[in-house]
């Protein structure tokens, strides 16, 4: 019989895992552990000390907080009330996060510490009840503000005796959450999901991607309130009692690898960018010969890739690989995929990418060192997960195959159209959007897409995100950053064009390899501008954008590049949390810069000590930079 709801869910889990532990966290130096009968008391008592703050059923509460324990706790004894949770980044600064509190109504706030608190303190709330999860020092209770403890204190002192029998009577239809979007245009908007959204998404992924077990433990790292982490990181795993162990910091991640040693993990494509980087350099630092048996194991890995994905079901279940393949695979993987392997725990067996776009010469590799990545594609609205490459004769360069519970389709002018029980109900006080989101059942995606002749969909950019140059030519930039982005020097870029004969690319440099070459190389500064600034350092990035898209079509290739010597973050504002580029952003920041180098054959540095104005002004008055032509 298929949950009820989302507690309902877990409460399965837990009389069958009652002693294990369901969730993992670093704490005086070292993991410790929740069981999942631990876990459902924590959720109990919270429920409790909510319900004597005044908090019922459709009541919305925001969970503003990084990754840690009393996130699921939290989220779930929102739940269990029949009340809404909603989800705050972070990272937001104090503005966004007065927006999303008054725009979902919110009634009662739950802080990680003193810096969110006073994020929310400035927004003046009026009536607002806070709790917050880890209190400072000199951290004072008030009428309306009061420690996690003494919520869960207050429960256990104070149970809800027809607790267990509120959460049994939730429906699929009752609201769960309200998840703002990014907001990389505009204000954000208010996605509603259901119980029922959720389970329709967790029932069509399971057994069609990476089939989640009790025995896995998974490694959490994308903030939790990011739809594709609450459920790919949270609910997933919760459903069938595996483990979740909470990385301390995106910076620790190597480290808690070691330490967790998790045999499944959803990430962006970030991380397999950073794992490709690094493996590169080491494989570049080595001898020829390492080299050359490095590139011998990736080819082994590959044809076994080939085999795997044009084998039958049949195939894979009956059959074993040719036994002269299997030989070389196997003394290849003594020789590499080990090493590489054991730098992410040793116990991989799956990773899932999801919330941006995966370069497909970096799967390719991941694939060949015996790490199935398998990328998936999904929006908010959706659940997330509308496709995603199964575990068995995946294709690289596509997103998979459409849940087998979701309808998709192709509209005449390519956007992605999907419908089923895991779309949303629609945004939030916010009919309009709403409307314009859906063409009768159908959702717009706002991607553009093509289905292959086996059903796999492939996405090719952001329906907005079309670049029309003034050749008329079409160009759709994200193929091209993915190429880019592929170089170790390189850690972000945004292709630029609309309008214009050429497209140009804005690079940010990955200052972790580009200074080490530096020294290498005996370039002269210290600061980041001084290296972008050295001709050395020039050359090296523009052959790398040359050399990564030399394959692609000449209006594709950019003739110019741009560096940016400031390092785009969340908090500065050309990323969004869920470390998504906000282009419109970066095009309007480095507009002066930009138009300077369509008009000037000048190669040019964003100085990080002025603005942009001042930096092209600069450039146009002191002559900085020589002209530098990428030649395609």
Not at 107 to 131: F, M, R, T
Not at 543 to 569: G, M, Y
Request: charged share 25%.
């Amino acid at each position: 019989m298929k949950a009820k709801n989302l507690l309902d869910v877990v409460y399965r889990t837990v009389k069958k895992y009652p002693d294990k532990d369901a969730l993992m966290w670093k704490s005086e130096g070292k993991y410790r552990g929740i069981t999942y009968r631990e876990f459902w008391d924590e959720i109990k008592n919270t429920a409790a000390g909510l319900v004597r703050l005044g908090i019922a059923a459709d009541d919305k509460v925001a969970i503003l907080s990084e990754n840690n324990p009393k996130w699921p706790i939290s989220d779930l004894a929102i739940l269990s009330l029949g009340a809404v949770s909603v989800p705050i980044y972070p990272t937001l600064p104090p503005d966004q996060v007065s927006y999303i509190l008054q725009n979902a109504d919110c009634k009662a706030a739950i802080v990680e510490n003193d810096e969110q608190l006073q994020k929310v303190l400035s927004c003046e709330p009026a009536g607002l009840s806070i709790i917050v999860m880890h209190p400072g020092h000199t951290f004072l209770p008030s009428e309306h503000i009061i420690s996690f403890l003494q919520l869960a204190t207050m429960g256990a002192d104070q149970p809800v005796a027809e607790w267990e029998y509120m959460w049994m009577e939730i429906d699929r239809d009752q609201l769960a959450t309200i998840i703002h979007t990014s907001g990389t245009t505009g204000q954000p908007k208010g996605a509603m999901l259901t119980h029922g959204n959720f389970l329709a998404n967790i029932e069509g992924v399971h057994f069609w991607c990476v089939e989640a077990t009790s025995a896995d433990t998974m490694l959490s790292y994308l903030p939790l309130s990011h739809v594709f982490e609450r459920m790919a990181g949270q609910f997933m795993p919760l459903s069938v009692g595996a483990t979740i162990a909470y990385a301390e910091s995106i910076d620790t991640i190597p480290q808690n690898l070691q330490e967790v040693r998790p045999t499944v993990m959803t990430s962006v494509p970030r991380l397999f960018e950073k794992v490709y980087a690094r493996v590169q350099e080491q494989i570049e630092a080595g001898t020829p010969l390492r080299r050359k048996i490095f590139d011998w194991a990736v080819g082994i890995g590959l044809e076994r890739y080939e085999y795997l994905s044009n084998s039958t079901v049949d195939q894979l279940i009956l059959k074993e690989m040719p036994a002269q393949l299997r030989r070389r695979w196997n003394f290849a993987n003594r020789l590499v995929y080990n090493k590489v392997k054991s730098n992410l725990g040793g116990r991989l067996r799956g990773m899932i990418s999801g919330g941006a776009a995966l370069n497909p010469e970096i799967s390719r590799f991941f694939w060949a060192i015996d790490i199935p990545v398998l990328e998936g594609y999904g929006l908010t609205e959706t659940s997330p997960v509308i496709a995603t490459n199964p575990m068995t004769r995946a294709k690289i360069g596509t997103v998979g195959m459409p849940l087998p519970n979701l309808e998709v389709q192709i509209a005449p002018d390519g956007e992605v159209l999907v419908k089923g029980p895991s779309v949303m109900k629609g945004y939030y006080k916010n009919p309009e959007a709403t409307a314009e989101q859906f063409d009768g059942e159908w959702f717009r995606t706002g991607d553009i897409g093509s289905m292959d002749e086996d059903g796999f969909l492939k996405i090719v950019d952001r329906k907005k995100r079309l670049l029309i140059l003034s050749t008329g030519k079409n160009v759709a930039p994200q193929h091209i950053e993915n190429a880019i982005n592929q170089s170790m020097f390189i850690d972000n870029s945004v292709i630029i064009g609309q309008g214009r004969k050429y497209v140009v690319a804005v690079i940010i440099p990955d200052f972790e390899y580009l200074s080490a070459w530096a020294r290498k190389h005996g370039v002269k500064g210290n600061s980041h501008l001084e290296i972008a600034a050295d001709n050395a350092v020039q050359e090296l990035l523009s052959h790398e954008v040359e050399r990564l898209t030399e394959s692609l079509a000449p209006f594709e290739q950019p003739k110019k590049i741009i560096i940016a010597a400031n390092e785009w973050t969340v908090e500065s504002g050309e990323l969004t949390p869920s470390l998504k580029v906000r282009y419109r952003y970066v095009e309007d920041k480095y507009r002066d810069v930009i138009e300077t180098t369509y008009f000037e054959s000048a190669y040019i540095q964003i100085c990080h000590s002025m603005d942009e104005a001042a930096a092209a002004k600069s450039v146009k008055e002191n002559g900085e930079g020589n002209v530098h032509e990428i030649t395609t």
